[in-house]
Nanobody, 125 residues
Framework: QVRLEESGGGLVQSGGSLTLSCAASGVIYSSYVMAWIRQAPGKEREFVASVSWRNNKKTYADSVKGRFTIFRSAAENTVSLQMNNLRPEDTAVYYC??????????????????WGQGTQVTVSS
């Protein structure tokens, strides 16, 4: 059984930085995509960034390009999200998610079938 466990959330001032990590266990797929997806209060879930385990291809939402970096450690089976220059609008619960049968659009939230519990990120102004 695949499990995803996030860590690293917290409270930070606007302009600050945080790094989120997601540890995956029980993964047996040969090709999959891992992503960070967030949900702000009263809003729908929003794709943030993804990385392909097969070829390390990375995809970012326009709202985070140039500020966030997703990276993976194949040896440790973790995916991390380095978040710089954080803004109050980045406040959300951040989820780690896995797509075991990746298609052509890594930003399609409905494709992700395994989710972590989420970690809260709060950016104060």
């Amino acid at each position: 059984q695949v499990r995803l466990e996030e860590s690293g959330g917290g409270l930070v001032q606007s302009g600050g930085s945080l790094t989120l990590s997601c540890a995956a266990s029980g993964v047996i797929y040969s090709s999959y995509v891992m992503a960070w997806i967030r949900q702000a209060p009263g809003k729908e879930r929003e794709f943030v960034a993804s990385v392909s385990w097969r070829n390390n291809k990375k995809t970012y939402a326009d709202s985070v390009k140039g500020r966030f970096t997703i990276f993976r450690s194949a040896a440790e089976n973790t995916v991390s999200l380095q978040m710089n220059n954080l803004r109050p609008e980045d406040t959300a619960v951040y989820y780690c998610a896995l797509d075991a049968s990746p298609g052509s659009n890594p930003a399609a939230i409905s494709a992700y079938d395994i989710w972590g519990q989420g970690t809260q990120v709060t950016v104060s102004s």
